[in-house]
């Protein structure tokens, strides 16, 4: 399948990545994320033991839905992560889309923040195993969501 935004071919980043084939304005829905769509459970049955390379095929939708993109997918699986992205997935009634967050030159690579859920069992070297490589300025070494801020907090005064 051909789309007239993007080509895939070999990426310095990470093995191949999606290119922008002209220039492409800001906010321009770029490609569908597409593949089977499966419950969270069944994806991590099939992939359970395919560690970091799963993310290359799967999107998590919500909590009922995940995109296998090993299953019927097109080329956007082959967008790779940035922590300082050109594109963001947009979810437009539960289809994902890949758009231009800024103006795209022809010839750019396309990224979005992946921004991989955490959950409870995570192993604590997660972040090692789903290492970032970007090379942006701000990047946060991790394609996992960012830990979230821990606040102090103050006890409750008894009166
Ligand atoms: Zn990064």
Known sequence: MTNKY???RKSPIHRYGGFAL???RKGTRIIEYQGERISPKEADERYAKAGPKS???????DKKTTIDAGVDGNDARFINHSCDPNCEAVDDKGRIYIEATRTIEKGEELFYDYNLTRS???A????KQYLCRCGAANCRGSMLEPLKAKRSKAKKRKD
């Open 6 to 8: 993007m080509e895939v």
């Open 22 to 24: 002209k220039k492409i």
């Open 55 to 61: 993310i290359v095929v799967l999107f998590n939708v």
């Open 120 to 122: 409870k069992d995570d």
């Open 124 to 127: 604590p070297d997660v972040d």
